[in-house]
């Protein structure tokens, strides 16, 4: 009855993290992964060759140190059973893989015991306690490595850079363009996929006052920071309306990505009546990221529009609009992406009078309001550059 225990305990343990391991050894995102897929790949031949080993210790004792191969497979079973448990504890979502798990880890820690009651004789138990703990630090290194410290690293972010250049009259002198020159710079060495991008340009008008403004006019413009989220100067002469969209667009294909260390440019181009009312234009530019080596991304489709059906999240502002894209994300490695509910990136493309932006949450469907931690799991990042202004005097002076 024993045997068929252990033998049943080696051969379920091979099964499992055989599965995981060839799924992270051919398709994880990062390094460490793919480490662990070759771990668990050998640890799940440990296990295989521990119970061809338990049936010659028991039964035929045709080699002379089959006690010892199944007792290193019993303990390999033991201490990587244990730790996929905590993980999967830890970050799995159904009960189904932490309760095998747990009983493979219980199993494993009784066959350790049964095969050590055997008077297992170990050659060399110095060499043998050395391989072990050696080949245990390594795992448990890379473990840590993958789910304690890659997690909480973070930092790594793409720049935007906005360049305006010479604006070009029309021919009947009545509209101007402004080339907007859009660079994105990746100065990391891990890819990102692009989730979302805007650029927006402000029309404001700033007048001149003919004496120094009082502090009680200085206090409004301070609170009109909090109003319109704009951050114009507290000027003595200068008086700041608030901003109006202008044009907003999109400058960079959604669910494409930017490698590492690469760069992308592109030109959007402004146009405006030369008789604007504005005198001076603001760009700013905006882009959602998020990094390829912690999640994977399906195809990001468009799901509907604020104003046409789509859900609205609690915290949408009343005045603005949005559109939604959505896409199922997949976890860096086989352990996690199995263990866990299914997750999707939600983008909202939003814009209004006051300005645009892009946001992205990843969370179960339907708990688009409450997401999970995206930016240390997922990685989720954005980058905002703005506001790059420009006068429009020079231009309005050639009417």
């Known amino acids: 009855m024993a045997v068929v225990l252990i033998l049943l305990v080696f051969l379920l343990t091979t099964l499992v993290l055989g599965s995981f391991g060839i799924e992270d050894f051919g398709k994880a995102l ?38 010892v191969v199944a007792l290193i497979g019993a303990v390999a079973a033991l201490l990587t059973n244990a730790m996929f448990l905590v993980e999967t504890w830890k970050n799995g979502d159904s009960p189904f893989y932490p309760t095998v798990l747990g009983v493979l880890t219980a199993g494993s820690a009784w066959a350790v015991f049964a095969v050590w009651r055997t008077s297992v004789v170990i050659p060399a138990p110095k060499r043998v306690a050395a391989a072990l703990i050696v080949s245990s630090v390594i795992a448990i290194a890379n473990f840590g490595y993958q789910n304690l410290y890659q997690p909480s690293h973070r930092g790594a972010r793409p720049l935007i850079k906005l360049t305006v250049g010479t604006p070009v009259l029309s021919k009947d002198r009545k509209a101007f363009a402004l080339p907007v020159d859009i660079r994105l710079e990746n100065h990391n060495d891990v890819g990102f996929y692009v989730l979302g991008t805007e650029i927006h340009a402000m029309g404001e008008q700033v007048l001149l006052s003919a004496k120094d403004r009082l502090r009680q006019q200085w206090r409004a413009d301070a609170e009109q920071w ?33 490698e590492a260390n690469d760069t992308f440019a592109t030109r959007v181009v402004v146009q405006m009546p030369i008789d604007t009312p504005y005198n001076q234009v603001a760009f700013y530019a905006t882009a959602s990221f998020a990094r390829k080596d912690r999640l994977g991304l399906e195809l990001l489709k468009f799901d509907g529009y604020s104003w046409g059906g789509g859900k609205v999240p609690r915290w949408k502002q009343k005045d603005v609009d949005f559109l939604i894209y959505r896409a199922r994300v997949h976890e860096n490695n086989a352990i996690d992406d199995r263990t866990r509910a299914p997750r999707y990136v939600t983008v909202y493309w939003n814009f209004g009078t006051h300005g645009a932006n892009v946001a992205a949450v990843v969370a179960r469907r339907g708990e688009e309001d409450t997401p999970s931690d995206t930016t240390g799991r997922y990685g989720l990042v954005d980058a905002v550059t703005g506001p790059i202004e420009r006068t429009l005097w020079d231009v309005k002076s050639q009417r």
């Not at 992964?33 to 049936?55: D, M, N, Y």
């Not at 951050?231 to 901003?243: A, K, M, V």
């Open 30 to 67: 990062t390094f460490p992964g793919r480490v662990t897929g070759a771990v668990l790949l050998v640890v799940s031949l440990s296990t295989l060759l521990g119970a061809a080993a338990v049936l010659d210790h028991w039964f035929w004792n045709s080699f002379a140190y089959s006690g």
């Open 226 to 258: 909090t109003k319109f989220g704009e951050t114009n100067p507290l000027s003595r002469r200068e008086i700041h309306q608030p901003g109006e969209l202008v044009e907003a667009q999109p400058w960079m294909q959604y669910g494409g990505w930017i």
